[in-house]
């Protein structure tokens, strides 16, 4: 019988579309799912004319398989990965590739490459991006782990990723954690895109009081415009949708969003390496936020709106400045966001090409936008680039936007609409071009109340003072 060039286990949505991908491109490929009617019911459905081999057990799904063997798991994020590699190694032979495409977090990662490399596996972390679509037809990978493994799984997942301008969307990331790494990131910045968008749909629908129609027609010219993105167009597409009686599905939603961890691993992460990612940290809290349904409900019956609410006189200038707010803010959400991994590349030494992961995310993935492009421009001028903020095509955009944006921000204050990752990033804008910041008066009350010292403007950078300030004052 012939031998799977590649095995997938986990036959839920992602992993199901993944391996029609990789039949779609001529390779033959074993699934093994824990729930073995799965196994059947795929292979009997839309499996059923393509070159996939399915399995009944670990030891008959590893025996399908060429060597090296190369077997990726699309399971639950956690102890379930680790439960399949215990049950995969007693069948696996020396160079043999466990591949993770799942969520997990990169530290998890970071583990499973050493302990592979000590059984003499070759261990990668991948992460996937692009959703059920993506993954049918062509999404985001980004690969990192052991580079041994590498030169095997390259020419199957550049043949399955997406394309942009005969550009491949999957190159080679860096070692041990580095792909799972920079997925964590690409999720925290789809946190901030998608608060973002909210904000702006918030400012619309209850400042300006448009109209769901109305939304479609905006939402469909900003997509044509600098803020051509996935997101934008998905959302212009959820206005369109009407429920069973003939009005928008969106005005009966419950508004609780859900999660599933990365935007706050991608928070927490940035605490530890210092890292002011302000807009998506605020994002992370606005979904908390709306988890607390009952006591906004209660609230909102004590707590005072504004008032007299901001008046306008121009729906259409008011409407465009509320665009210019949603271009600024994703520029600062997409800065952060590389700021972030400049310092993790710093911390972990993975040597990160930046403009590769902008070209990684053009196509395929839920961030894809017109301005990944510029992104990968930026670090193509300049690979040593500190911050998108510093490059000419990002300065000269932000002023652009930068009365509206503020227009913006004013009219959703007075309005009493919270905008937190609007006003999060316009605060980040403010301070990261502020050569003085009050933080000399907070390193005073430090050194005042627990001798923590401080340096001086007037003196070398190094050199530590500490002052008596009760004595003297």
């Known amino acids: 019988m012939e031998k799977a060039d590649i095995g997938l286990i986990g036959l839920a949505v992602m992993g199901k579309n993944l391996v029609l991908n990789m039949a779609d491109h001529g390779f033959t490929v074993a699934v093994f799912n824990r729930t073995l009617s799965r196994v059947d019911n795929f292979l009997a459905g839309p499996a059923s004319d393509k070159s996939i081999i399915g399995a009944q057990s670990i030891e008959q799904f590893c025996a399908q398989l060429k060597s090296p063997r190369k077997i990726m798991l699309m399971v639950k994020a956690g102890p379930v990965v680790d439960e399949f590699m215990e049950l995969l190694k007693p069948y696996l032979a020396a160079d043999d590739i466990i591949i993770d495409g799942g969520n997990s977090l990169y530290l998890d990662t970071e583990r499973r490459v050493k302990e592979c490399a000590q059984q003499n596996l070759l261990f990668l972390g991948v992460g996937i991006s692009g959703g059920e679509e993506g993954a049918r037809y062509g999404p985001s990978i980004m690969p990192g782990g052991n580079k041994k493994a590498w030169p095997h799984v390259k020419n199957i997942f550049q043949s399955i990723a997406a394309k942009v301008d005969d550009a491949v969307c999957c190159q080679w990331v860096g070692a041990g954690g580095a792909g799972h790494?920079?997925?964590?990131?690409?999720?925290?910045i789809e946190y901030g895109d998608m608060q973002l968008i909210c904000e702006a749909y918030h400012l619309l629908r209850t400042g300006l009081g448009c109209e769901v129609d109305e939304?479609?027609?905006?939402?469909?010219?900003?997509?044509?415009?600098?803020?051509?993105?996935?997101?934008?167009?998905?959302?212009?597409?959820?206005?369109?949708?009407?429920d069973d009686s003939g009005k928008p599905l969106i005005d009966s939603i419950l508004d609780i969003a859900g999660q599933k961890g990365t935007g706050k691993w991608t928070g927490i992460n940035a605490l530890e390496l210092g890292v002011p990612l302000t807009l998506i940290g605020e994002a992370v809290f606005a979904r908390f936020l709306s988890s607390f349904k009952t006591n906004r409900i209660k609230a909102s019956r004590l707590l005072a709106k504004p008032e007299s609410i901001a008046s306008v006189t121009d729906k259409k200038a008011t409407i465009n400045t509320i665009h210019d707010a949603l271009y600024a803010s994703k520029i600062i959400s997409y800065a952060q966001g590389f700021m972030l991994m400049r310092e993790a590349d710093a911390a972990y030494h993975w040597q990160l090409a930046y403009g590769?992961?902008?070209l990684m995310w053009r196509g395929g993935c839920i961030i894809r936008s017109r301005f990944l492009h510029n992104i990968k421009q930026a670090y193509e001028q300049d690979s040593n680039l500190e911050n998108l903020l510093l490059d000419m095509f990002f300065i000269s955009a932000i002023q652009q936007s930068q009365l509206g944006w503020r227009k913006a921000l004013i009219f959703a204050i007075e309005s009493g609409i919270p905008t937190p990752a609007f006003c999060s990033a316009l605060s980040f804008y403010d301070g990261y071009r502020s050569e003085s910041l009050p933080a000399n008066l907070l390193q005073a009350q430090r050194d005042c109340f627990g001798a923590h010292t401080y340096e001086?403007?007037?003196?070398?950078?190094?050199?530590?003072?500490?002052?008596?300030?009760?004595r003297l004052r």
């Open 215 to 242: 939304l479609v027609d905006i939402f469909s010219h900003w997509n044509e415009g600098v803020l051509d993105s996935y997101l934008i167009e998905i959302t212009r597409d959820i206005f369109k949708v009407k």
């Open 356 to 358: 590769d992961i902008a």
């Open 456 to 470: 001086r403007t007037d003196q070398p950078r190094g050199e530590f003072f500490h002052t008596d300030w009760l």
């Open 181 to 188: 790494y920079v997925k964590m990131v690409h999720n925290g």
